[in-house]
């Protein structure tokens, strides 16, 4: 049996991200300390509020351990927070916000506005085959600068990134786990289990 | 910058509106009530800010009507932060609400808190594109209020007191009744239906799916570390703390302490680890010792 995939659990809507995965039968772990993160062959960063996550991280000695696995190629995966965390650069973040780091992009936070802003959109997202992708966005960040090496995978009518994905790392602006979309997680599984 | 140039996509739909309050899960919802607790606040980690003039404790030393916040005041706290801001409207009153919409709040909290402007109907919440979060002492308040359009319920203990005695006995009933709906046959749910004043799909749902369709927090009287923890144990989404944390010696060392407890709410070493050293607690009530038209978990119907 495969190693199953972790989710960060500090904060946030992890649990959707788990039902995800046990809706297309991948065991998943809850990761909270480092003996977590041993455990697993993937991570998910969910959504939830990204300066939270940090100063949690920090504070429970994961912040450099997590930032040295995506180094040395634990593949991950974070969703609008998520996204945040694994940005190189992050734009309108609070004094001193870093994220783990790891893909060449740099991301704004709360890029459409404020909650009245959040919406549901339909997009076509590369690697993921069948109808459209329907797509929640909650005070979402977006993709603004990628590096040369970073894929992108799905964009807005007008262009905006809203999916990346560069090596072991794949980050999007939106929440699957909240519109019972399973399809971009099975991209994920697939990146883990390659 | 707004989303009006991309087509097909649609706002203020029960989806993103209850997803923001997903999004907070594990999370503490502070109240402030000037820039520098806002700051102080998102410093410590917390996922929203609740704004209002006065927390509970002084509004209820202060007594008189409460009402919304001044508009600058909430202005200048959402300049101040980048998390998610929350405020207050009283019960029943849609133009404060309207209001609080105009100026761009994430969330607003019909709360009993503030004095009722209504004493037989709330808001009507699905004319809002702004999500709500309500109130609720048991499953049938719970549930009208998601009838009525809330996308986030929290349990409302009794705010201002310091006394965590409320906040666990309405957790402790929601989440029984909940069990209780789980364990009726489906004939049994037309009655439970009616004795919970509540929709039958609702009812049916609940039933089948053993928890409340929006994310449940706890608030009123959560003052301690030990308190937030406690609240999680017991099947809370969140915490919001009101006078707790600006109300006690330190609040910026005991607003970091309740973020951490939050989230290891399940590890008594990380709990008393954040415990220690945190100076006095807010001055507490007994809620046995509140006359009775002093109880704010009162209102609302």
């Not at chain 2, 039933?207 to 301690?224: H, I, S």
Request: glycine share 10%.
């Amino acid at each position: 049996m495969p190693a199953p995939i972790g989710v960060l659990a500090l904060q946030g809507d992890f649990r959707e991200h788990r039902q995800t995965l046990a809706a297309i039968d991948v065991a998943s772990v809850e990761v909270r300390t480092l003996a977590d993160l041993a455990k697993c062959s993937g991570l998910i960063i969910p959504g939830g509020e990204s300066t939270v996550m940090q100063k949690l991280a920090v504070a429970y000695d994961l912040f450099q351990p997590i930032k040295d696995a995506l180094k040395s190629g634990l593949p991950a995966f974070g969703t609008c927070a998520g996204l945040i965390m694994l940005a190189d650069e992050i734009v309108d973040g609070i004094p001193g916000q870093t994220g783990f780091g790891g893909l060449d992009v740099s991301v704004r936070r709360n890029a459409f506005g404020n909650q009245l802003d959040s919406f549901e959109v339909d997009l076509d997202f590369h690697g993921v085959s069948g109808p459209a992708v329907h797509a929640a966005f909650i005070r979402a960040p977006i993709v603004e600068r990628v590096g040369e090496n970073v894929e992108v995978l799905s964009s807005l009518a007008d262009g905006r990134i809203v999916g990346v994905r560069q090596g072991n790392l794949m980050g999007i602006s939106f929440h699957p786990e909240v519109t019972g979309e399973t399809r971009i997680h099975e991209l994920f599984v697939s990146m883990v289990r390659a | 910058m707004t989303n009006s140039s991309i087509p097909t996509s649609t706002t203020g739909t029960p989806l993103v509106k209850r997803g923001l309050a997903e999004m907070m899960k594990g999370g503490v919802i502070m109240d402030v009530v000037n820039v520098e607790q806002a700051k102080i606040a998102e410093d410590a980690g917390a996922v929203a800010v609740m704004a209002l003039e006065r927390v509970p404790a002084d509004i209820r030393a202060e007594g008189g009507v409460s009402r919304m916040s001044d508009p600058d005041m909430i202005d200048q706290i959402i300049a101040a932060v980048s998390i998610p801001v929350m405020a207050k409207a009283r019960i029943g009153h849609f133009v404060e609400a309207q209001i609080l919409e105009s100026l761009g709040v994430d969330y607003i909290d019909e709360s009993e808190v503030l004095s009722p402007a209504d004493y037989v109907h709330h808001i009507n919440k699905w004319n809002f594109k702004v999500p709500f979060v309500c109130g609720a002492t048991n499953l049938g308040e719970a549930l009208r209020r998601i009838t009525e359009g809330a996308a986030m319920i929290r349990s409302k203990g009794e705010a201002g007191t310091g006394d965590v005695s409320e906040a666990m006995k309405h957790i402790r009933t929601i989440s029984g009744q909940i069990r209780d709906l789980s364990a009726k046959t489906e004939d049994e749910l037309f009655v439970a239906a009616k004795e919970l004043q509540a929709p039958f799909e609702l009812v049916r749902e609940i039933a089948t799916t053993g928890k409340l369709p929006v994310t449940l927090f706890v608030a009123g009287g959560v003052a301690t570390p030990a308190d937030a923890a406690l609240m999680m144990q017991l099947g809370a989404d969140g915490v919001f703390v009101g006078s707790g944390i600006f109300k006690s010696g330190d609040p910026v060392a005991r607003a970091k302490a309740i973020v951490k407890a939050t989230t290891f709410y399940n590890d008594p070493a990380v709990l008393a680890e954040v415990s220690r050293g945190l100076g006095e607690a807010m001055v507490g009530i007994n809620v046995a010792d509140l006359p009775a038209p002093h109880r704010l978990a009162e209102r609302g119907w």
